[in-house]
Structure formats: C-alpha cells, structure tokens
C-alpha cells in the first residue's frame, strides 16, 4: 500500500473529511490491494482462449479479458469461505473440481 496515514489526513484535514472518512478509505484500498494481490494475473498464449470469458460466479468482472496494451490475462477465480462454519466452502470446493476436470480434458 503506497499511502501514508499521516500525509492523507494532513489532505483531507481541510477538504472536510473526518478521521472516519479517512480510515474508511485506507481500508478500501488496502481491501483493493490485498484482492489483486491474491489474484494474480498471467498471460495466455493458447490463441483459442484469446476472448473475454465472464466469471460466472461474480458478475462484472471477467476470468479472461484483454489489458488496454492488447495483452490478453487469465485471473484466477476466488471466492468467499470460512471452513470453521462452513460458509462458501461447497461452492470453493465445486469450483475447484470443475477446473480440475475442465484442465485434465
């Protein structure tokens, strides 16, 4: 995260923005941050596969899309679980067998 705390709220200070405001931001960015760090893009070389894919489990984004410097990036799906109460975790674990299955075919 490239932002400094402390040089932000001096920014903000005067536009109106409260402590609150600030932390709020922070967070967002650093949620914004840690997402496309654990979703890693690589470049796909299969001439095939060169097309925009939609992820089917979030709508609005894409699993494959072409980058504005024409290179084509294939992202790995992720998803929303928590193995103690077992939230998300049938629907993580019916994504990954599906990938499995489509990459050994």
């Known amino acids: 995260m490239d932002m400094n705390p402390l040089e932000c709220y001096r920014q903000?200070?005067?536009?109106?923005?409260?402590?609150v405001q600030l932390v709020v931001l922070l967070y967002r960015q650093l949620i914004k941050d840690l997402q496309s760090a654990?979703?890693?893009?690589w470049e796909i070389s299969d001439p095939s596969r060169m097309r925009?894919?939609?992820d089917p489990f979030r709508t609005g984004d894409n699993i494959?899309?072409?980058?504005s410097s024409g290179e084509w990036v294939e992202h790995a799906p992720y998803f929303d679980a928590v193995a103690v109460t077992?939230?998300?975790v049938f629907d993580t674990l019916k994504a990954v067998?599906?990938?499995?299955?489509?990459?050994?075919?």
């Open 86 to 88: 077992g939230e998300g």
């Open 12 to 19: 903000t200070e005067g536009q109106g923005d409260n402590p």
């Open 38 to 41: 654990l979703n890693p893009g």
């Open 64 to 67: 494959v899309e072409q980058l």
């Open 97 to 105: 067998s599906k990938l499995v299955l489509k990459s050994l075919a």
């Open 52 to 54: 925009v894919t939609a």
